[in-house]
């Protein structure tokens, strides 16, 4: 593993990362690793089971039983695509609440660290830099307003005939980041060598010209 790149982005819901990652794996060639989204899958699984969420416990024991993959951008839990499923605020709360808890966090680590393979690995999340792949030789934490970020997720969810308040969001990402920088175990930072990028006041083809740029 010690011999494949690795490049990590990390940062708070709606900074970017995703969008980012996704591009530079396809012009790099890389493999990409949305680490999110296995939280996401483990979150629904879940709340599909009835399980409380602050149940550390119940939702660890979960985690072996699941069969997690990503096929041709896809999401899929023990065989069933469930990439719309994972994207409701349902549950994106709900992942916020498991990912606080530190024997969910360490079923899963060793998951994330399997998809470091040749020739490349873009690692997208939260704890990508600090702790599941602190060797990274490119690091980036990418960042931006609470309103501009709710100002994305509303527009997301306009694209998708959702509706929502935009205060409402801004709300949910202010609590978000709070239960995500205050949590015992991986709490959202930058690590002490990224390279930190605001995007706010910049399109999504400036910030991937400035990544690809210190990657260069």
Not at 134 to 145: M, N, Q, R, V
Not at 176 to 200: F, G, M
Request: with cysteine; glycine share 6%.
């Amino acid at each position: 593993m010690s011999a494949i790149p690795v490049l990590t982005i990390d940062g708070p819901a709606g900074a970017g990362k995703g969008s980012i990652a996704g591009m530079l794996a396809d012009t790099l060639g890389w493999h990409l690793l949305d680490s999110g989204a296995i939280y996401r899958v483990a979150a629904l699984a879940a709340l599909r089971r009835g399980i409380d969420l602050q149940d550390e416990v119940a939702i660890s024991a979960l985690i072996p039983q699941l069969v997690i993959e990503f096929k041709q951008g896809d999401a899929w839990l023990n065989g069933e695509c469930v990439s719309s499923d994972i994207r409701n605020e349902a549950c994106a709360s709900a992942t916020s609440k498991i990912a606080a808890l530190p024997k969910v966090r360490s079923e899963l680590l060793a998951l994330q660290r399997s998809f470091c393979k040749a020739p490349g690995l873009i690692a997208d999340g939260r704890d990508m830099g600090t702790v599941v792949f602190p060797e990274a030789p490119y690091k980036f934490y990418l960042t931006a307003s609470a309103e501009i970020r709710a100002e994305r997720r509303l527009k997301q969810l306009s694209e998708q005939g959702l509706s929502a308040r935009l205060q409402d969001l801004i709300q949910d990402i202010n609590a978000r980041d709070e239960r995500d920088s205050n949590r015992p175990v991986a709490p959202l930072k930058p690590a002490d060598d990224a390279v930190l990028v605001d995007t706010s006041p910049l399109t999504q083809a400036e910030v991937f010209a400035e990544v690809l740029r210190y990657i260069r």
